[in-house]
């Protein structure tokens, strides 16, 4: 069978799992295209007013999936990534969702519940309902099983040792290699605060990876970070906040404010997310008392490229003055470089 798979929301988390676990079933997998100026206007079209780009933006990709040539397009239903933390109430809806929007192909979308992080026992579960709509089986989904979370476990090692989620989609058949191929350091390094799907969809937010590393500037994301090394930064926030990745990227961002080799934290969120507005106040605050530069971007279906781009050159000279350098130019890349820095006279 051909099985379509939405590059949005999740996608950004857990597509390593996914592709582990149809390629060793043998079922051909259709990634959608990258988010385009099409996508956003299918999502747009068939989905409510008042929710977040990032959920508008998986409509889009879905109906772009509908109109191909797949038996199924995989919406899974991501209960929960740690036990006691849930995820989005409209993430956790998305199966019921894309039913509802797209109603005479409700029967394509293929689901299950999964409950991510909390050992292999629900992720098998969850994966044994996929294989008894498919009609797979049982002995076959086992071993398919196996496959995606070894899969999924290599892909954290990789974010661990520096590379980014899209590294990782370019590698997904050789993630033993990557995992050994070093990370360039850089002279200013620039960490990216946010939910992976936000950090990643370098269409909505103006492709912010690509500025910074045109600029010679090197960065990191909240998720390459083991939640152990940030555990103690709930002391900060009172109490947990109730989703995963809401606290992933409060306290990862706490962790790189407070990290000496860290020059600056961007966090990376979509317009009318009532949770991301919770961790970029509290990045906010912990800033002030650190010391350390944060710029936030917030982008929804009309935000525009060029005074994005302005936005980061003022932000890497920022960094660069309080580093007592010369200040940065990203325009087309033609200025000398410094350190592999772009650089410009003043």
Avoid at 308 to 314: G, S
Wanted: proline share 4%; glycine share 8%; charged share 25%.
């Amino acid at each position: 069978m051909k099985i379509g798979i939405p590059r949005a929301l999740y996608f950004y988390v857990y597509y390593p799992m996914w592709y582990g676990f149809f390629s060793s079933l043998g079922h051909e997998m259709k990634l959608s295209i990258p988010t385009n100026k099409e996508i956003i206007n299918l999502g747009v079209s068939h989905s409510v007013d008042d929710i977040c780009i990032s959920v508008k933006v998986f409509h889009g990709h879905v109906k772009y999936l509908l109109n191909k040539d797949v038996d199924f397009v995989f919406v899974p239903r991501i209960a929960s990534e740690e036990k006691y933390k849930y995820t989005c109430p409209k993430l956790a809806a998305l199966p019921d969702l894309m039913k509802s929007a797209f109603v005479s192909d409700a029967g394509r979308i293929l689901t299950a519940t999964f409950y991510t992080r909390q050992g292999d026992k629900p992720i098998i579960e969850a994966f044994e309902e996929i294989g008894r709509q498919l009609g797979d089986p049982e002995e076959k989904v086992k071993r398919a099983t196996k496959e995606g979370i070894k899969y999924q476990n290599l892909a954290t090692k990789a974010l661990r040792s520096g590379h980014t989620f899209l590294d990782i989609v370019k590698n997904i058949k050789n993630l033993e290699e990557l995992i050994k191929r070093p990370v360039e350091k850089k002279r200013y390094t620039v960490a990216l605060a946010g939910f992976p799907y936000d950090v990643y969809d370098t269409f909505t937010n103006g492709d912010v990876i690509s500025k910074l590393e045109d600029s010679g500037v090197g960065i990191v994301t909240t998720d390459m970070l083991d939640p152990k090394v940030y555990k103690h930064y709930s002391k900060y926030m009172i109490k947990d906040l109730f989703w995963y990745q809401a606290n992933a990227a409060a306290k990862g961002g706490m962790y790189y404010i407070d990290s000496p080799d860290i020059d600056g934290i961007i966090s990376i969120s979509s317009f009318n997310c009532g949770i991301s507005s919770i961790y970029q106040k509290l990045l906010d605050l912990y800033s002030k008392e650190i010391g350390k530069p944060v710029m936030h971007i917030i982008v929804d279906e009309q935000t525009g490229d060029a005074g994005l781009a302005t936005r980061i050159e003022a932000f890497i000279d920022l960094i660069r003055v309080k580093r007592g350098d010369g200040l940065v130019s990203q325009e087309n890349n033609l200025h000398g470089t410094e350190n592999g820095v772009h650089v410009r006279s003043v």
